[in-house]
């Protein structure tokens, strides 16, 4: 198989042709149209510097918000209310430092300006969204991501003190689980599968989202 190139033709080939790895096509750009597309195809942006990278990863890392796990020191933290919890508050400020992050792993970020530009403007579409933990007037964790119809697709996470961003990403699971029929984490970590995520097929992936 081979990766394929994008032009400025709104299209992407069909996710069954991925590399193994997950790795789909290169090149195109970060519109919202673009964006959009990607996230509702089962892809998704993912580079640390030019050419953008898009993938479609198999399996996929997903949760699914009745299977949501919050463990017995979580729910102590969550009743004691350390911190205050917003949804999009400071979308711009969470993007920034999950931009800053550091990662196991990792030395640089694929949250680069023009990705942080890109999602902004989704944000500014009524896409993406952000949800804020502050602790005394601090931001001082949440998460970002891409919320369509009854899908999020999460982003990116952060966290400068403990347990800030488990307590975004329970109280957002906790608000929005009626509404929500998954939520995509892309690939694996440690943190979020304490949490209840899990793997799937990407065929199962795409069924749930209905694209297939």
């Given at each position: 198989?081979?990766?394929?190139?994008?032009?400025?033709?709104?299209?992407?080939?069909?996710?069954?042709?991925?590399?193994?790895?997950?790795?789909?096509?290169?090149?195109?750009?970060?519109?919202?149209?673009?964006?959009?597309?990607?996230y509702r195809?089962?892809?998704?942006?993912?580079?640390?510097?030019?050419?953008?990278?898009?993938?479609?990863?198999?399996?996929?890392?997903?949760?699914?918000?009745?299977?949501?796990?919050?463990?017995?020191?979580?729910?102590?933290?969550?009743?004691?209310?350390?911190?205050?919890?917003?949804?999009?508050?400071?979308?711009?400020?969470?993007?920034?430092?999950?931009?800053?992050?550091?990662?196991?792993?990792?030395?640089?970020?694929?949250?680069?300006?023009?990705?942080?530009?890109?999602?902004?403007?989704?944000?500014?579409?009524?896409?993406?969204?952000?949800?804020?933990?502050?602790?005394?007037?601090?931001?001082?964790?949440?998460?970002?991501?891409?919320?369509?119809?009854?899908?999020?697709?999460?982003?990116?996470?952060?966290?400068?003190?403990?347990?800030?961003?488990?307590?975004?990403?329970?109280?957002f699971v906790?608000?929005?689980?009626?509404?929500?029929?998954?939520?995509?984490?892309?690939?694996?970590?440690?943190?979020?599968?304490?949490?209840?995520?899990?793997?799937?097929?990407?065929?199962?992936?795409?069924?749930?989202?209905?694209?297939?």
């Open positions: 198989m081979s990766v394929f190139r994008l032009n400025k033709q709104l299209k992407f080939p069909p996710v069954q042709l991925s590399e193994p790895d997950g790795l789909l096509a290169v090149g195109g750009d970060l519109s919202v149209e673009r964006l959009l597309l990607a195809s089962g892809i998704f942006p993912w580079y640390d510097e030019p050419p953008i990278l898009w993938w479609s990863p198999d399996p996929r890392f997903v949760l699914f918000p009745d299977e949501l796990k919050v463990s017995a020191s979580m729910r102590q933290v969550l009743r004691k209310q350390q911190f205050h919890i917003t949804f999009n508050e400071d979308f711009a400020g969470v993007i920034a430092r999950c931009s800053t992050a550091p990662r196991e792993g990792q030395t640089g970020t694929w949250i680069t300006p023009e990705m942080q530009e890109a999602y902004i403007r989704l944000h500014e579409a009524g896409y993406a969204m952000s949800v804020e933990c502050w602790q005394n007037g601090l931001l001082v964790g949440g998460l970002y991501g891409v919320k369509t119809g009854p899908f999020f697709f999460g982003e990116s996470m952060f966290a400068a003190v403990s347990n800030a961003s488990k307590a975004a990403f329970i109280t906790q608000t929005y689980a009626q509404e929500l029929k998954m939520i995509d984490c892309q690939v694996h970590t440690n943190h979020l599968a304490s949490l209840g995520a899990g793997f799937i097929t990407r065929e199962e992936f795409l069924e749930i989202i209905g694209f297939s």
